[in-house]
C-alpha cells in the first residue's frame, strides 16, 4: 500500500536550522526525521513511499534517492509554490490512484513526526480514519493531598485529551474534499467531521513526537535511544 509523506514545508518555527535545509532533513542522533520514518514504515511492511516535496527539495532527493539502500521504492511529487498540505495532496492525485492497490486507499504521514505506532491498524478499506495520541503537557505536575505537594509528575501525558498524530488513512474519496492550495488540518479534516466520514483510532500507549523547536530535536534524541533501541 502507498504511503505520502508531506515533506514541503517551509519550516519556518526551526530558523535558522530550516534556512539550508529541509525540515525532514533535520537530524535526531545524526539521522534526518525522513530517513527515521522511512525505516519506520519499513518495520510495518510499508515500502511503497511518495514524497511530496518543496522547500529545498533536492536535500531530501540526494539523501534518499529512490529508496533502494534503504530497502523501499520511493518517488517524488515536486510543488514550485507552496500549496499547503492539502494542496499537495491534491497535486499527487493521479499518481496515487494510478498506483498500486488503489482499491484499498492510501496512508499520509507528516514530515515532521516521530513515532513507533502501527498505521497498518487504521487501514480499514474505504475508510478515512486519523491517528490519534494523548496530549503531552509542557509542563510538569504537581499532585496534592489538601495542602501537602504529595508528588510531582514530570510532563504526563493527558488520557482524556486527544491530538492529530499526523498519520492518515485515506480512501480515493478525498479527494473530493482536497483545496488546490490551503491545509489539510484546516480545510478538509473539519467538511469530513461535517459529512460524519472521519473516523479516529487512539494510541494510548505508543511514542510520538512532532518536531516544532529545538527543545523538541534535544528530547528526542534521547528518546528515540530507548524507544528504537531493539530496531
Do not use: C
Request: charged content about 25%.
Amino acid at each position: 500500500m502507498i504511503t505520502v509523506i508531506l515533506a514541503g514545508g517551509l519550516g519556518k518555527r526551526l530558523r535558522p536550522l530550516t534556512s539550508d535545509r529541509p525540515k525532514p532533513m533535520i537530524q535526531i542522533n545524526n539521522i534526518p526525521i525522513i530517513e527515521l520514518q522511512v525505516n519506520w514504515l519499513k518495520k510495518f511492511g510499508m515500502k511503497d513511499v511518495i514524497l511530496l516535496v518543496g522547500h529545498l527539495k533536492e536535500k531530501i532527493k540526494h539523501h534518499l534517492a529512490d529508496g533502494k539502500k534503504f530497502g523501499v521504492n520511493i518517488s517524488y511529487i515536486e510543488e514550485n509554490v507552496p500549496l499547503g498540505t492539502g494542496g499537495a495532496l491534491k497535486n499527487a492525485k493521479n499518481q496515487i490512484v494510478h498506483s498500486r492497490n488503489r482499491d484499498t486507499g492510501f496512508f499520509v504521514i507528516n514530515g515532521d513526526i516521530l513515532t513507533d505506532l502501527d498505521p497498518s491498524t487504521i487501514s480499514e478499506k474505504g475508510s478515512m480514519t486519523l491517528a490519534l495520541v494523548p496530549l503531552k503537557s509542557t509542563f510538569g505536575i504537581v499532585e496534592t493531598n489538601g495542602d501537602l505537594v504529595s508528588k510531582f509528575v514530570e510532563k504526563p501525558s493527558i488520557k482524556d485529551m486527544w491530538v492529530n498524530a499526523g498519520v492518515y488513512h485515506f480512501s480515493n474519496e478525498i479527494f473530493d474534499y482536497l483545496p488546490d492550495k490551503g491545509n489539510l488540518e484546516t480545510v478538509t479534516l473539519p467538511m469530513l467531521v461535517d459529512k460524519r466520514r472521519l473516523k479516529a483510532k487512539k494510541f494510548s500507549y505508543n511514542y510520538w513526537r512532532s518536531i516544532d523547536s529545538q527543545k523538541d530535536i534535544e528530547e528526542a534524541s534521547k528518546e528515540i535511544q530507548q524507544v528504537f533501541k531493539n530496531d
